[in-house]
């Protein structure tokens, strides 16, 4: 179908062109007869003479003294342009084809090589379908033709009884037009006001949204502060210890109450001052422990330890020396005491020991001093 269509426009266009040629040929030939007329009658006029003897007119030759008159010139030009027109659009219109024939075959090319050749039947198929939508769209345009025609019979009644009409009824009529139009009018504003409340609508909406969030994100922290309330009325329990206590009634109570930490402190105050009277004061401390068993010999031990590692730490060195001054020293000389400056307590650690375990103690004496700074002074045993 398609080369068909293709051979039958190049023949168009062939018989065109040839019929361009014939006319462009038929013109140049009637040119040339008249060009030989002019140049015969110059011959004649000039007496045989071609040049005219360089001879000038004194007036100019009229126009319409030629054998052609203007207006054909102008028609024939008129008509020169058209056919240039058509001859460009003629050659537009094959480009294009061209261009569309190319299309279709790169296409039929394409859909050959995807799904091989068209067969007989797939063809019939498809003409049948495309015939069958053709005459659906012809039924349709008649159809479309026969509703044109009507709407055009009801328009000439229309206007006939428009025709028919007086002219007051007229006059009503126009009246009823400009109301109408004042309606539509009205209408559209009705309808800019909607749309403008729409809007506001919209705005209010967008705002009450934006109202619910912060009153969720109030309650929210209403809830937590209703929490951290409980909690401090539980510690106020606590602290106080009673229960079902309100703040305004704490409030309104006298200012002598005191909390725990007060308490706490005023007991440590005590704690002191109870320690200072038990220092003054003699103290007795009963050993629950019996004689010749491990707890009894752990506590000698122990007692025996600490005693020592007080003398110890009274031998040590004092001074501030650093560790290189000391190696310069010879190690007879580290513990070597001063007689003039201080001196040496003499003491009898088996004279302490056997002290600790009397039931009163009466003089204090060196060892009573080193058993007191360790809290074992005055002890008294029960066998």
């Known amino acids: 179908m398609e080369s068909e269509t293709s051979e039958t426009l190049k023949k168009q266009f062939q018989l065109l062109q040839e019929q361009q040629q014939k006319k462009l040929q038929r013109r140049k030939q009637k040119k040339e007869e008249k060009s030989k007329e002019k140049s015969i009658v110059n011959t004649s006029n000039a007496f045989g003479v071609d040049d005219d003897l360089n001879l000038k007119l004194a007036d100019p030759v009229p126009k319409g003294s030629g054998y052609?008159?203007?207006?054909?010139?102008?028609?024939?030009?008129?008509?020169?342009?058209?056919?240039?027109?058509?001859?460009?659009?003629?050659?537009?219109?094959?480009?294009?084809?061209?261009?569309?024939?190319?299309?279709?075959?790169?296409?039929?090319?394409?859909d050959e090589a995807a799904g091989g050749k068209v067969t007989n039947e797939a063809a019939a198929t498809k003409i049948v379908e495309l015939s069958k939508k053709v005459r659906e769209l012809t039924a349709e345009l008649q159809s479309e033709?026969?509703?044109?025609?009507?709407?055009?019979?009801?328009?000439?009644?229309?206007?006939?009884?428009?025709?028919?009409?007086?002219?007051?009824?007229?006059?009503?009529?126009?009246?009823?037009i400009s109301l109408n139009s004042q309606l539509t009018i009205y209408v559209k504003l009705s309808v800019k006001f909607q749309k403008e409340n729409e809007v506001d609508v919209k705005g209010l909406q967008d705002k009450l949204r934006h109202t619910e969030n912060k009153m969720s994100e109030?309650?929210?922290?209403?809830?937590?502060?209703?929490?951290?309330?409980?909690?401090?009325?539980?510690?106020?329990?606590?602290?106080?210890?009673t229960e079902n206590i309100s703040i305004q009634s704490l409030m309104n109570q006298q200012s002598s109450w005191r909390g725990r930490?007060?308490?706490?402190?005023?007991?440590?105050?005590?704690?002191?001052?109870?320690?200072?009277?038990?220092?003054?004061?003699d103290v007795s401390v009963y050993r629950l422990v019996t004689k010749n068993s491990v707890e009894e010999d752990i506590v000698e031990r122990a007692k025996r330890k600490m005693v020592l590692?007080?003398?110890?730490?009274?031998?040590?060195?004092?001074?501030?020396?650093?560790?290189?001054?000391?190696?310069?020293?010879?190690?007879?000389?580290?513990?070597?005491?001063?007689?003039?400056?201080?001196?040496?307590?003499?003491?009898?650690?088996?004279?302490?020991?056997?002290?600790?375990?009397?039931?009163?103690?009466?003089?204090?004496?060196?060892?009573?001093?080193?058993?007191?700074?360790?809290?074992?002074?005055k002890l008294t045993t029960l066998n």
């Open 68 to 110: 052609v008159s203007e207006e054909l010139v102008q028609h024939l030009n008129n008509q020169i342009r058209e056919v240039k027109d058509e001859n460009g659009r003629l050659y537009r219109l094959l480009s294009e084809k061209d261009f569309e024939i190319r299309n279709l075959k790169k296409k039929r090319e394409e």
């Open 145 to 176: 033709k026969t509703k044109v025609k009507q709407y055009g019979k009801k328009c000439m009644e229309l206007q006939n009884q428009i025709s028919n009409i007086p002219e007051e009824t007229r006059s009503m009529l126009g009246s009823a």
């Open 218 to 241: 109030y309650r929210i922290q209403c809830s937590t502060l209703k929490n951290e309330i409980k909690m401090a009325q539980k510690v106020l329990q606590q602290e106080i210890g």
């Open 261 to 281: 930490a007060q308490q706490i402190i005023s007991l440590q105050q005590k704690v002191a001052i109870a320690d200072l009277f038990a220092y003054q004061l």
């Open 309 to 377: 590692d007080h003398l110890i730490i009274q031998r040590m060195d004092t001074t501030g020396r650093t560790v290189l001054n000391k190696n310069q020293v010879p190690s007879r000389r580290l513990f070597k005491e001063d007689e003039e400056n201080e001196e040496e307590p003499q003491v009898d650690i088996d004279d302490i020991f056997n002290r600790a375990e009397t039931r009163e103690s009466e003089q204090p004496m060196l060892g009573d001093e080193l058993l007191s700074s360790s809290r074992l002074s």
